[in-house]
């Protein structure tokens, strides 16, 4: 497989999956047995597309500049430095009772 392009470039960091789309060439004619990864993770689920398109569902992650790997048959293609992952950010924080008085 050649991997030319991805979207999104950036994936959420916080519960559940992300989706990144791959574009390219040599991905198959049908169904191959696809394996991927990012960011040493591998992917939940992939879906092959087109000769030239496929979807994975990723777990959500941490950090940046992840690498993609993708196997198609006895094929791999990698990918360095080529998805990063939001920032982790808190958006409720609460105080407890027993620390109103500190």
């Known amino acids: ?3 030319q392009a991805w979207a999104p470039a950036n994936l959420p960091s916080g519960g559940g999956s992300g989706e990144l789309l791959l574009s390219g060439r040599f991905f198959g004619n049908f169904l191959f047995c696809i394996g991927a990864r990012v960011g040493g993770s591998s992917a939940e689920h992939t879906l092959w597309l087109s000769a030239t398109s496929l979807a994975i569902k990723v777990a959500r992650g941490r950090g940046h500049l992840a690498t993609i790997a993708l196997t198609i048959a006895d094929a791999t293609s ?3 430095r080529a998805v990063s ?11 407890s009772e027993g620390f109103r008085g500190l």
Not at 85 to 94: E, K, L, Q, T
Request: glycine fraction near 0%; aromatic fraction near 6%.
């Open 78 to 80: 990698t990918i360095t």
């Open 85 to 95: 992952y939001d920032a982790p950010s808190i958006s409720v924080a609460r105080v």
């Open 1 to 3: 497989p050649e991997v």
